[in-house]
């Protein structure tokens, strides 16, 4: 049968959100973010959507379907046919895509060469929302600041699902871990995020171990009272 995965989220995306999505491995990141994107159908609930929403997803199952005899110019150009080729070359650049390496068939590029350009042309279709799966595997040092760079300036909503802890603390600036079916939402970075999960966790533990004591101290008191009311029990017989 069906199993449930997420129930009862609730979630609004806003222009400027940097979202780094958490959680363990089958927690149901994968299954939110299909969620997002409307390609997952919902068992119960809603997905509202602004009028203009474009949503721009990334992850590595993209390096997959590259033309290989193609170049990075050639793949923009599928894209959005008729937009000059100049402009198309400053946008490469962006991605350190530049001079003869935007004409060059990718075929010989390296993992974090393909992985820019995948990259590239999601953002090329001119998203308003960006949902990002695993973006920075394959990327050198230097194609990762670029990212950051750009998704600081990002003048729309991004969700990021990420290993790199280091990627996560230099870009989001809220975070949303997956838990047992539902969702936390903190609106902190992720180095902040860290902070008050532990401070909630050492409350909760303190709570539990007040709870506790109270337990040991309350069974002590019946003890007492069904030792008293055995002894007064014994005396009148």
């Not at 590259?66 to 991605?95: K, N």
């Not at 595997?137 to 729309?156: A, Y």
């Not at 969700?159 to 949303?176: A, C, P, W, Y």
Request: hydrophobic fraction near 40%; proline fraction near 4%.
């Amino acid at each position: 049968g069906e199993v449930v995965v997420l129930q009862g989220v609730s979630l609004s995306l806003h222009p400027g959100d940097r979202i780094g999505l958490l959680g363990k491995n089958g927690a149901g990141k994968s299954t939110f973010l299909k969620g997002l994107t409307g390609a997952l159908p919902r068992l119960a609930g809603r997905r509202v959507t602004g009028a203009h929403l474009r949503i721009g997803y990334f992850d590595q199952q993209q390096l997959e379907v590259l033309d290989l005899e193609a170049s990075p110019l050639l793949h923009l150009q599928r894209l959005r046919p008729g937009v000059r080729e100049q402009v198309i070359f400053d946008f490469l650049g962006g991605f350190n895509f530049k001079g003869e390496r935007a004409k060059e068939v990718i075929g010989p590029f390296s993992g974090g060469e393909k992985a820019r350009l995948a990259l590239a042309m999601v953002v090329w279709q001119d998203p308003n929302v960006l949902i990002l799966d695993e973006p920075t595997n394959h990327l050198d040092i230097e194609s990762i600041i670029w990212l950051e760079q750009f998704l600081k300036t990002f003048p729309g909503a991004v969700v990021i699902v990420s290993h790199d802890k280091m990627f996560l603390n230099n870009v989001t600036n809220r975070t949303i871990e997956i838990s047992l079916g539902r969702i936390y939402d903190f609106n902190k970075p992720y180095s902040k995020y860290l902070v008050l999960r532990n401070e909630i966790k050492e409350q909760q533990i303190s709570a539990q171990k007040n709870q506790d004591k109270q337990i040991q101290q309350t069974e002590r008191l019946i003890e007492k009272f069904r030792a008293k009311a055995s002894k007064a029990s014994m005396a009148q017989s």
